[in-house]
């Protein structure tokens, strides 16, 4: 890249730096220090703008540079993803978003805590929201090592680095000084920005072929070199059967995780009612949904435009595909309309990653805090609630050390891929015991922490044991093979294992079922009665 599209695009970071910083610093001098204001920001944001931070909390670096960038390389398979994202909020919005807000308080173990013995959930639940977290986390620091790294010419592996490393710093100070507040006004900001960008890099795709959606996908299976077959099935899920079934699980496991994540559930306690939530996620779905469809037209406009080859060439994993389209349609390298629209694109990225890590690190600080920690060091309720807040400013930053490492260890890995991963273990561990709490009367304590572990330890071992970690040479450890599980996602298996194991637990334990307490959170569930 030029002098003049660094120049820009650093300035354009720094604009949104010095602004989301300045929202901080406001927020964390007007705030209380309670437990409620850090978690929940005061549950004073409208289904609005509640609705406008979940779609910036979704929207993240897998959606706007990953999912671009499997289209422009693997065409029709990568449109999984996609869909995938969008069709997990009807999962969302029927099953979960107002049982969850009327049945918690802050956290994921909030709902399953309400009818079971509160400290083995609470210490499960937990543990599997931090372990969600981070992989999530991880994604998002290997995409702005990525941008960064085209931004700089990819030339320099030190710079990734760094940047890694400051955006690790960042989302640290964003979540120990603000709180869910300023997280929340900081995802609006960047929800606004991350549209606007989408719709304009859209709209110059569809001039670029005078309006005609049939000759971008002609041109794009042309320039693929495979032609016709790049806009059917197979081309990167197809093939053997492991690939099909790879196909089916990575399916199941985005359809399925998005009602586990611990930072979608926690926007639902940011607003005062279920009726709020629920039309949050109404907003949100629109935001999300008009999104996605855009993802399709950018991911194929780059494949017609620039062509798989050099997307592949300036980034394997194909996550510079989107900054590469913006240079392309400006006018070229070199030209000022080409300098202005890539460094507004990798800037609106930029923020995109902040955004997101920020709303990630809050969710996982607030569960080592309220869940952990709470649960493993007993107060008086009024001192708990401010050393809650502490441990979770602390929990932030150790969090942040860990994605930053994990970031600089996966940082060839596509995005997207990476958080099918998060999405696996959530709906593996956090979906079997959230459904099972919500609408099952028998079920126990055991159950539900066996529900908890039975997703989580087989989803994570089979990431290890899988051609992820080691065996290729797009694994993070190309050199070793270990590998015995042929799947990269472990969805298909590991979800399957979370429920059965509630069930499992559920029928041997010797814990009747607490039916007045089941009774209870069900009215409370589905009226909101005695709701915090």
């Known amino acids: 890249m030029t002098g003049d599209h660094q120049t820009l695009a650093l300035v354009l970071f720094s604009v949104f730096i010095a602004v989301t910083l300045g929202i901080t ?74 049982l969850v807000r009327n049945c918690g308080r802050f956290t994921l173990a909030d709902v399953v805590a309400s009818r079971m013995a509160e400290r083995p959930v609470r210490i499960a639940a937990g543990t599997s929201s931090v372990t969600v977290s981070v992989l999530y986390l991880v994604a998002q620091m290997v995409g702005a090592g990525s941008l960064v790294a085209l931004l700089l010419g990819g030339t320099s592996e030190a710079a990734r680095s760094w940047t890694v490393i400051g955006v690790g710093a960042l989302m640290v100070i964003y979540v120990s000084l603000g709180g869910m507040r300023a997280t929340t006004w900081i995802q609006i900001v960047k929800a606004v920005l ?148 890539f460094a507004v694109v990798a800037a609106v990225a930029f923020a995109t990653i902040l955004a997101v890590v920020a709303g990630i690190t809050l969710a996982s600080s607030a569960s080592v805090a309220h869940d952990l920690y709470a649960s493993l060091r007993r107060r008086s309720a009024h001192a708990k609630q401010y050393s809650e807040v502490t441990v979770a400013r602390l929990a932030a930053a150790g969090i942040g050390a860990a994605a930053i490492g994990l970031g600089l260890l996966a940082r060839d890995l ?49 990431v290890v044991l899988s051609p992820v970690v080691s065996g290729t040479p797009e694994a993070l450890f190309p050199a070793a093979d270990f590998h015995v599980f042929p799947l990269q996602n472990p969805g298909v298996v590991s979800i399957p ?22 009774a209870e959170t069900e009215v409370r569930a589905l009226t909101g009665a005695g709701a915090v």
């Open 25 to 98: 610093t406001w927020v964390s001098r007007s705030r209380h220090g309670s437990a409620e204001e850090f978690y929940a920001g005061g549950r004073l944001f409208s289904p609005m703008e509640n609705g406008f931070a979940i779609a910036g909390d979704y929207m993240s670096a897998a959606s706007f540079l990953g999912i671009s960038g499997l289209i422009a390389l693997f065409g029709y398979d990568g449109m999984l993803y996609s869909v995938g994202f969008l069709v997990a909020w009807l999962v969302v919005l029927l099953l979960v978003a107002e």
């Open 194 to 341: 991350l549209m606007a960008g989408t719709i304009a890099l859209t709209l110059l795709v569809l001039l670029r072929f005078h309006g005609d959606f049939n000759q971008l996908l002609t041109t794009a299976a042309e320039r693929s070199g495979h032609g016709r077959d790049f806009l059917g099935p197979g081309l990167r899920y197809g093939g053997s059967w492991t690939a099909r079934l790879d196909f089916i699980s990575l399916g199941i496991a985005l359809v399925l995780g998005t009602a586990g994540l611990p930072h979608i559930l926690s926007r639902f306690y940011t607003v005062p009612t279920a009726r709020a939530a629920r039309r949050s996620v109404v907003w949100s779905i629109g935001l999300i949904g008009s999104f996605y469809l855009m993802t399709i037209v950018l991911g194929f406009g780059a494949a017609a435009i620039i062509g798989p080859d050099a997307v592949r060439a300036s980034n394997a994993a194909g996550n510079t595909a989107v900054p590469l389209l913006a240079l392309d349609l400006g006018g070229g390298a070199g030209s000022t309309g080409g300098t202005v629209l």
């Open 414 to 462: 596509n995005v997207a891929f990476l958080v099918g991963l998060a999405f696996a273990v959530a709906a593996s561990a956090n979906l079997p015991v959230l459904l099972y709490s919500l609408f099952w009367r028998n079920f126990t304590t055991r159950g539900a922490v066996w529900a908890v572990y039975g997703g989580l330890v087989p989803a994570v071992v089979l």
């Open 497 to 518: 294992l979370g429920f059965l194991a509630g069930w499992i637990g559920t029928i041997s334990s010797p814990e009747p079922p607490d039916e007045a307490r089941h």
